[in-house]
């Protein structure tokens, strides 16, 4: 006689625990290593490769995101288990400056250890079927950068973009086999799910700090480089005050839905608006620290488009969170992401702190400008 299958664990997660704070502190050096990567290649090559790296890894960031809302890390096995997912998307973030080249083998035994985590985790959870129908194409995506490795060329991004097309968008067009039924497999607790995706944000700002320290230039400190300091401090600041505005009313939406209509509405703002956002951020720690570390001297064309169009991808990120949960849109939102945008050619024509000034200012004027009207 065989031994009895395990019960799966009911029952949604109550609060984000520290352990998945720990998950995403290692998760975030992702950004860290992106913003870096992207600081030395700051051109349009250099850009795509990042939002091509950092989609392959959100998108499996986001099932993490569902499966500890189904399974809270409260017992040592499941801990253990993923501290081991953690361990992969260390492996991930380290061999992420040349992921495209030369360690592409290194973050593709990452990216497998982080997808087959995963899984296994889920299949011990109350939504086993939903991760069955979607598992393949996780698996299909990591045995694509598996391959990719064994390439040089074209043919490397032409491999990573199918890994993550096969991700993140053949489930949707294939639904006869994979998204029909597991919208209703899945349930979620709207109080955990934004909580967990709003601690990431904090975190992810909070590298855009790290980003202002390690680029002040500590010789002949001056009063001048410490106002810029203060003013790189004060964007991240109005950014983060901008999105958790907006947590208490996402958080209703989802609670006032339907279950089918709140998991729907979930992965409608907190996949692809979310990595407009985060994608943004990364844009804007690059800006950042090239505008510290050179206070003195007018910002390069590609460091200030960096600074300006993180703010603008942000925005818009936030924008579309709103929009998916169907929450009133204001037009302050996209007009500042437009506004921003403009400050680009302040920094290569002035100094990069004046252009910081600018898109600063922008920003601040939005929050201003909604107080009053609400």
């Known amino acids: 006689m065989g031994h009895p299958r395990t019960a799966p664990e009911t029952g949604t997660a109550d ?27 700051s051109n349009w090559a250099g850009f795509g490769s990042s939002a091509l790296i950092f989609g392959l890894l959100w998108y499996l960031y986001t099932g993490y995101a ?20 953690m361990a992969g998307f260390l492996l991930t973030a380290v ?39 979607l ?58 799910f934004v909580e967990r995706h709003g601690l990431l944000v904090i975190v992810a700002l909070g590298e855009s700090v790290v980003a202002i320290g390690m680029g002040v230039p500590t010789e002949d400190l001056t009063a001048g480089k410490a106002a810029a300091i203060v003013l790189a401090l004060a964007l991240p600041v109005a950014l ?20 089918a209509t709140r998991t729907r509405l979930a992965a409608r703002a907190y996949v692809l608006p979310h990595f407009l956002l985060l994608i943004g951020v990364i844009a804007t720690v690059s800006g950042l620290h ?30 579309a969170t709103r929009r998916a949960l169907r929450l009133p849109l204001p037009l302050s939102r996209p007009t500042t992401a437009l506004a921003a945008l403009a400050t680009t050619a302040v920094g290569p024509a002035l100094a990069a702190p004046a252009q910081l000034v600018a898109v600063t200012g922008v920003v601040v004027l939005m929050l201003v400008t909604d107080t009053l009207r609400a």
């Open 66 to 85: 569902w499966l500890n809302n189904h399974l809270p890390p409260r017992r040592n096995a499941t801990r253990l288990m993923l501290f081991t997912g």
């Open 290 to 319: 090239a505008a510290v570390a050179h206070p003195d001297e007018p910002a390069t064309p590609g460091a200030a488009l960096a600074l300006s169009g993180g703010v603008a991808l942000y925005l818009i990120g936030i924008t």
């Open 15 to 41: 609060g984000v625990t520290l352990d998945e704070v720990f998950f995403d502190v290692v998760f975030v050096l992702t950004v860290t290593q992106l913003a870096s990567a992207l600081e030395t290649h």
């Open 135 to 192: 598992a393949p194409y996780n698996i299909a995506a990591a045995l694509l950068v598996l391959a990719a490795a064994a390439f040089t060329g074209p043919a490397v991004p032409a491999l990573w973009a199918a890994a993550v097309l096969t991700q993140s968008v053949l489930p949707y067009l294939l639904p006869r086999l994979s998204w029909t039924g597991a919208p209703a497999a899945f349930h979620l607790r709207p109080a955990h």
């Open 95 to 133: 061999a992420l400056p040349d992921a495209l080249t030369h360690t592409g083998a290194l973050f593709a035994v990452g990216y497998l250890v982080v997808v087959a985590v995963h899984l296994i985790l889920f299949l011990h959870s109350d939504a086993r079927s939903g991760a069955l129908r």
């Open 240 to 259: 983060w005050w901008t999105y958790f505005t907006d947590t208490r009313p996402a958080e209703a939406a989802l609670a006032a839905a339907a279950p």
